[in-house]
């Protein structure tokens, strides 16, 4: 499953390489990067992470949260 960034002003159509989170397989999470910039926006600019959307490749949405609670559950490699 290939998980996507969204910045505030981003349709759903923008997907782009710098937009991919990253990619989960076999409960690995292979980041990609917008993984770098989503822990670039929660280190040093957190005032915009209520403005951030993550999306899977089927659509459904989840909070930043949301994101980094399914993700703690998987091996993470860059």
Known sequence: MTY???LEGDSKNAIWDENI???ESF?????G???K???TIV???????ETIKIVDEKNQ?????EFVKLIS???IKS
């Open 61 to 65: 949405s989840y909070s930043v949260e």
């Open 73 to 75: 559950k998987w091996k």
């Open 4 to 6: 996507y960034i969204l």
């Open 27 to 31: 409960e690995t999470f292979y980041t």
């Open 37 to 39: 910039a989503l822990n």
């Open 33 to 35: 990067a917008g993984f």
């Open 43 to 49: 280190m040093s600019e957190s005032h915009l992470v």
């Open 21 to 23: 989170l990253g990619e």
